[in-house]
T-cell receptor, first 111, second 112 residues
Framework: GQQVMQIPQYQHVQEGEDFTTYCNSS?????IQWYKQRPGGHPVFLIQ?????EVKKQKRLTFQFGEAKKNSSLHITATQTTDVGTYFC???????????FGAGTTVTVRA | DADVTQTPRNRITKTGKRIMLECSQT?????MYWYRQDPGLGLRLIYY???????NKGEISDGYSVSRQAQAKFSLSLESAIPNQTALYFC???????????FGPGTRLLVL
């Protein structure tokens, strides 16, 4: 079955620094979604990428979908304490519309 | 989102007990899902339903059952709870197609 993998599992970042988290799928995806879960909270949708090579930005967050539509990345610039949480990527299966989630990257920030 | 609610928010039960977790939504979505979250394992799909008469097993359905009582309600039951079912459980909804999923606040379950 489809597998979605994320690296790294944990990211410890100094406030103000940049970092990138990566998502890889074992199969080609029709789209990829990113979610953020704050500590003690629930996953909240951030963005969806559909086109090969697509890049979208949300303030300091830059999302990219790979040319082969099998990988994606999230780059955060000038990390702030509000960026703390777990970021999940998720992609749909080939035969139906349910999502497969990666294990997530948990981000902590040192002030 | 407040549009997706889960009850109870926290539950402590004993091994062998039957318990039910409930999910309700006011988003008018047809599709509903139950996930389990464990540290380091992300969100794993237990069951999902694409409409009232449709129930499908996810990747970890053993030991669980569900009921879709109405478009807006989807319940998860643990027939005989065991300690390794201790986890955070989320309900989610989505519209037609591969669309955004909206998650409830979660139920934290502890099985002793």
């Amino acid at each position: 079955g489809q597998q979605v993998m994320q690296i790294p599992q944990y990211q410890h970042v100094q406030e103000g620094e940049d970092f990138t988290t990566y998502c890889n799928s074992s199969t080609t995806l029709s789209n990829i979604q990113w979610y953020k879960q704050r500590p003690g909270g629930h996953p909240v949708f951030l963005i969806q990428l559909v086109k090969s090579g697509e890049v979208k930005k949300q303030k300091r967050l830059t999302f990219q979908f790979g040319e082969a539509k099998k990988n994606s990345s999230l780059h955060i610039t000038a990390t702030q304490t509000t960026d703390v949480g777990t970021y999940f990527c998720a992609g749909p299966g080939s035969n139906d519309y349910k999502l497969s989630f990666g294990a997530g990257t948990t981000v902590t920030v040192r002030a | 989102d407040a549009d997706v609610t889960q009850t109870p928010r926290n539950r402590i039960t004993k091994t062998g007990k039957r318990i039910m977790l409930e999910c309700s939504q006011t988003k008018g979505h047809d599709r509903m899902y139950w996930y389990r979250q464990d540290p380091g394992l992300g969100l794993r799909l237990i069951y999902y339903s694409f409409d009232v008469k449709d129930i499908n097993k996810g990747e970890i359905s053993d030991g669980y059952s569900v009921s879709r009582q109405a478009q807006a309600k989807f319940s998860l039951s643990l027939e005989s709870a065991i300690p390794n079912q201790t986890a955070l459980y989320f309900c989610a909804t989505s519209g037609m197609g591969v669309e955004t999923q909206y998650f409830g606040p979660g139920t934290r379950l502890l099985v002793l």
